[in-house]
């Protein structure tokens, strides 16, 4: 269970990360249908960085929102369908999850993190050859991607592949991943 709660913390992380910072300040707390800052009505960006904000305060299903806002104003916004993803995720809502990190990887394909995180799901799914390619396309993409590793060991561990996946541990460890 730990794994798992540090594996969604290391997400969100990464989320955070990729969300970029507000460049005009939101002011409301709460989700109106016509939600306007000082400037105006929310764009995209404003409306993804505004489900960051809640995400990060423990209020998924409001960040899950604001993230439906970006992605209608923008179906383009990659930032706002891996957030959505990654709320998703922390819900227990893999379907979902996974749906979100599809577009994601449509998008924008060269991403390693949305591999590894479409990854993720299927992992949940207990869709293990799936997960196994998408991880390969996140190493693929950055050999060097440790947390990837990893996670490619404790699939191939659930496909009883013990020593395939003793060669990814060694490999993300070589890499400075410490679990």
């Known amino acids: 269970m730990w794994i798992k709660r540090g594996m969604v913390l290391i997400l969100v992380i990464i989320a955070i990360f ?3 910072c507000t460049e005009k300040p939101i002011e409301n707390e709460t989700l109106g ?3 306007v800052s000082s400037e105006g009505p929310l764009n995209s960006t404003e409306w993804n960085n505004k489900g960051v904000d809640l995400f990060v305060s423990g209020r998924a299903e409001e960040a899950l929102v604001a993230y439906d806002k970006a992605t209608e104003i923008d179906p383009q916004n990659v930032y706002a369908w891996y957030n959505k ?5 922390y819900l227990g809502r893999y379907e979902e999850a996974l749906q979100a990190y599809n577009k994601t990887t449509e998008i924008d394909p060269q991403d390693a993190n949305a591999w590894l995180t479409k990854a993720d799901a299927l992992n949940n799914l207990e869709r293990y050859e799936e997960a196994i390619e998408a991880l390969d396309k996140a190493l693929e993409l950055d050999p060097q991607f440790a947390y990837a590793w990893y996670n ?3 699939v191939l ?3 009883g592949k013990s020593d395939e996946a003793q060669v990814c541990y060694d490999k993300a460890k070589e890499l400075g991943y410490s679990a």
């Open 85 to 89: 993803g990654i709320a998703y995720s």
């Open 157 to 159: 561990e659930k496909l």
């Open 33 to 35: 249908a016509e939600e």
């Open 18 to 20: 990729f969300a970029g």
């Open 152 to 154: 490619k060991g404790v």
